[in-house]
């Protein structure tokens, strides 16, 4: 899924990129920079990441975490420089698998990260977490957290429009033209923020693409499959039918992220289609409000439906961090049950490791009944050779919604990177 992916994803997301994060903010304490008691964070997890920090500098009287927030496109352009002008934080947001600049594959390669797999978690996450948590083998990312790409509603709007969250492709697009009709959009989109343009697109895939073939990523790898002569034409057709069918507000690409969050929010919109992690962020901008996860469908078979849900942005050390014994315990804690649940009920998301006593938010029952029944795909950038697919992708939505380029010449973009690899 944004990115994820999204599409990250994705995402995601993310990246979102994934999938994923808001606008940017700096965060830091008054008591200086260096020595042992401090230590130095940077991180995509706006809105969340305060409270972990504070429960983090609680539990280790003395402890000063030093942080700095910002959006995944932003942090993704930084990470990278700062990484190998040796000015980059003890601790960094890092994404699982292949598929953005920030991502694990591309940051562990050149020996920026260290190396986790010592740390005692890391053997006890699943195996689809660990795929895209390691690289060579060794684990150099704590995910905290799984996330899924849907369909966010905000219920108050919904009950004033009397409509009900539509389970088929033609109800989705019976549903967004009632929408319309009664003044109220029925989803926000941020296109202005280019990993939000992989969301959508992430969420049919996942049915069209997947819901067909779960083996589709191997006969990629393989050389046995494209992106242009696959179903990605087919999630990319209906992509542009719910933007011509008026599901979104007007003028996608003259709205950001955040400006997206307000109009689902507020109600201005009867939701948004977006990662789970979008929930905690709608809450802060209507803290009355209540909003429900649901897939998006892609197809008139509901039980054919599958959702985008994979591993969510992590935490990576610095391999020369100033302060490794502060990180490794920062994230340590990030992954103990503590700081995990805490992590995923203010995201709005689900734990990575079992037996967290993590009690699932009733906005999340539906995203939880699908990881429980297989009915999950990971994003589909985690899976790509080279973070340029992603990017490319990215930037081709946005043409595409601007009428400068078209879907065909998108995916054969897409087949080109995918072909160079890594």
Not at 209 to 219: I, L, Q, T
Request: proline residues 5%; neutral net charge; hydrophobic residues 40%.
């Amino acid at each position: 899924m944004k990115t994820r992916t999204l599409p990250a994803l994705a995402a995601a997301v993310t990246s979102i990129a994934v999938l994923a994060a808001c606008s940017g903010g700096t965060k830091a304490d008054s008591g200086g920079g260096g020595g042992s008691k401090t230590l130095t964070l940077a991180s995509v997890d706006q809105g969340s990441v305060e409270d972990v920090v504070k429960a983090f500098e609680k539990a280790n009287p003395g402890v000063k975490v030093r942080y700095t927030t910002s959006g995944a496109d932003q942090y993704q352009q930084q990470i990278r420089t700062q990484l190998s002008s040796g000015t980059a934080p003890d601790v960094m947001s890092v994404w699982p698998g292949n598929g953005n600049p920030g991502a694990t594959h591309v940051l562990a390669e050149p020996g920026y990260l260290r190396d986790l797999s010592d740390q005692p978690w890391a053997a006890k996450m699943p195996d689809a977490i660990k795929s895209v948590a390691q690289y060579e083998g060794k684990t150099y990312n704590a995910v905290f957290g799984q996330n899924g790409i849907g369909a966010v509603y905000n219920q108050q709007a919904m009950a004033k429009a009397g409509l009900t969250a539509p389970d088929t492709w033609t109800k989705l697009l019976d549903f967004c033209r009632a929408a319309k009709a009664k003044g109220t959009p029925a989803f926000a989109l941020g296109n202005q923020d280019n990993w939000v343009t992989q969301l959508v697109q992430y969420a049919l895939v996942a049915t069209t693409v997947y819901g067909e073939d779960r083996d589709f990523d191997e006969k990629m790898q393989a050389g046995q499959a494209t992106f242009a002569e696959s179903p990605w034409t087919t999630a990319l057709d209906k992509y542009l039918t719910m933007e011509k069918t008026g599901c979104f507000q007007k003028n996608p690409l003259g709205t950001n992220y955040e400006a997206s969050q307000g109009l689902a929010a507020t109600g201005k919109t009867l939701g948004i289609v977006q990662g789970n992690w979008v929930i905690a962020l709608l809450k802060q901008k209507n803290p009355k409000g209540t909003f429900t996860f649901k897939a998006l469908p892609a197809t008139d078979d509901p039980s054919a439906t599958i959702v985008p849900a994979a591993a969510g942005a992590g935490y990576g050390v610095n391999a020369k961090a100033k302060n490794e014994d502060l990180a490794l315990k920062f994230v340590n804690f990030v992954m103990s049950p503590e700081g995990m649940n805490l992590f995923v009920k203010k995201q709005g998301g689900l734990p990575s490791l079992p037996d967290t006593g993590f009690a699932v938010d009733p906005s999340l029952a539906e995203l939880s009944t699908f990881i429980r029944a297989d009915r999950t795909v990971p994003f589909m950038d985690q899976l790509w050779p080279n973070a340029k697919v992603q990017q490319t992708m990215l930037s081709g939505l946005q043409e595409i919604f601007s009428d400068q380029s078209t879907p065909r010449k998108l995916l054969d973009e897409m087949d080109a990177d995918y072909t160079a690899g890594s």
